[in-house]
T-cell receptor
Framework: KNEVEQSPQNLTAQEGEFITINCSYSVGISALHWLQQHPGGGIVSLFMLSSGKKKHGRLIATINIQEKHSSLHITASHPRDSAVYICAVKNTDKLIFGTGTRLQVFP | DTGVSQNPRHKITKRGQNVTFRCDPISEHNRLYWYRQTLGQGPEFLTYFQNEAQLEKSRLLSDRFSAERPKGSFSTLEIQRTEQGDSAMYLC???????????FGSGTRLTVV
């Protein structure tokens, strides 16, 4: 069993839909990261969380430390949101990554 | 400073050849990480440096792999006697100490033929 599990693995949506991606982890963490990866490999950091909730534009990230669970929400999704979204937890001094959720938003 | 820079972006090599990748982190970042990502998977930790000291190496980093960060600035990752299983995206990230977020480079995609 992976230490960081994401669901769903693949997600398709129509433009404007509300999207939720989930992440569960089984190790102790000091922080959780949500990352966005576009084709070609570049990774962009979206959020770093250690508790509660953060919001940036149409993106919202929440974390429940007791339940070892985090969610990434995208409101009013747009085709440019199409990417792979990766959850990563900080364990000691390194990141442990989930396998990612591939999101495709169609116009 | 334009972020974390990795070179080359792509590398195709024949099995058995040696390859070297370079990562230039954000200049004030003292921590530098190497990760490897195979198709359809999340990145996996390889090694990291604090300044010039290599503090941790993954078991994934076989004897054929070596990483250096000689002056605490740029880092190199060398793979000797490449194998087809080494084909992957090699990602570099840097951070300012352990309490801050990470900045990732665009990666070096290695194809071993």
């Amino acid at each position: 069993k992976n230490e960081v599990e994401q669901s769903p693995q693949n997600l398709t949506a129509q433009e404007g839909e509300f999207i939720t991606i989930n992440c569960s982890y089984s190790v102790g963490i000091s922080a959780l990261h949500w990352l966005q990866q576009h084709p070609g490999g570049g990774i962009v950091s979206l959020f770093m969380l250690s508790s509660g909730k953060k919001k940036h534009g149409r993106l919202i990230a929440t974390i429940n430390i007791q339940e070892k669970h985090s969610s990434l929400h995208i409101t009013a999704s747009h085709p440019r949101d199409s990417a792979v979204y990766i959850c990563a937890v900080k364990n000691t001094d390194k990141l442990i990554f989930g396998t990612g959720t591939r999101l495709q938003v169609f116009p | 400073d334009t972020g974390v820079s990795q070179n080359p972006r792509h590398k195709i090599t024949k099995r058995g050849q040696n390859v070297t990748f370079r990562c230039d982190p954000i200049s004030e970042h003292n921590r530098l990480y190497w990760y490897r990502q195979t198709l359809g998977q999340g990145p996996e930790f390889l090694t990291y440096f604090q300044n010039e000291a290599q503090l941790e190496k993954s078991r994934l980093l076989s004897d054929r792999f070596s990483a250096e960060r000689p002056k605490g600035s740029f880092s190199t990752l060398e793979i000797q006697r490449t194998e087809q299983g080494d084909s992957a995206m090699y990602l570099c990230a840097s951070s300012l100490d352990t309490f801050y977020g990470y900045t990732f480079g665009s990666g070096t995609r290695l194809t071993v033929v």
